[in-house]
């Protein structure tokens, strides 16, 4: 099972970890996942990524750093187990905390499993709600909210790499 940690002192943040765990523990989660059938751009079915993220023993950590207050972080193929959240982002919630948590989640799970693509391309936003990543981080931010509403996902920044990680944590 993934499980995310974060050491830092932010108290939104330890609480979106927190929630985030959560989902990954319950079973309806893994369901929903399933019961999606297909995404966009994956070459397996909705069904075996909810298996790969059930199943893959993964311990992420998350770091913080400061960026553009329109991105919410971003990939790290070199350490894919690194959650990387901008804490800079203008409109933070909650809800938006565990999307791009669980969004990240997916592509950690989708590195480890690189035989299969479950991932959406490049940074655009636009068209991409119904690749895995977006989706399945859009349903964890529903799930918290506990509503109808859509969110927009996650929105990528380039690499940092001038960027001190942990600084604030």
């Known amino acids: 099972m993934v499980t995310i940690t974060y050491k830092g002192k932010i108290r939104k943040v330890c609480e979106a970890v927190d929630r985030a765990n959560a989902l990954l523990a319950e079973?309806?989660?893994?369901?929903?996942?399933?019961?999606?059938?297909?995404f966009d751009m994956a070459d397996v079915p909705a069904s075996m990524i909810a298996t790969l993220i059930r199943s893959t023993e993964l311990d992420m950590r998350l770091v913080t750093y400061i960026g553009s207050p329109r991105v919410h972080g971003y990939d790290d193929r070199d350490n894919p187990d690194l959650i990387h959240l901008n804490i800079f982002r203008a409109d933070w919630t909650l809800?938006?905390?565990?999307?791009?948590?669980i969004h990240q989640m997916v592509h950690a799970v989708n590195d480890v499993h690189r035989q299969y693509n479950f991932s959406h391309g490049d940074r655009t936003v636009e068209g991409k709600q119904d690749t895995a990543?977006?989706?399945?981080?859009?349903?964890?931010?529903?799930?918290?909210?506990?509503c109808a509403c859509t969110s927009r996902g996650m929105v990528h920044d380039t690499h940092p790499e001038s960027l001190a990680l942990d600084t604030l944590d």
Request: aromatic content about 12%; overall charge negative.
């Open 27 to 38: 079973d309806s989660f893994y369901q929903a996942i399933s019961d999606k059938g297909s």
């Open 95 to 101: 809800s938006g905390i565990v999307n791009t948590i």
């Open 133 to 146: 990543p977006f989706w399945i981080g859009n349903r964890a931010e529903l799930l918290v909210d506990d």
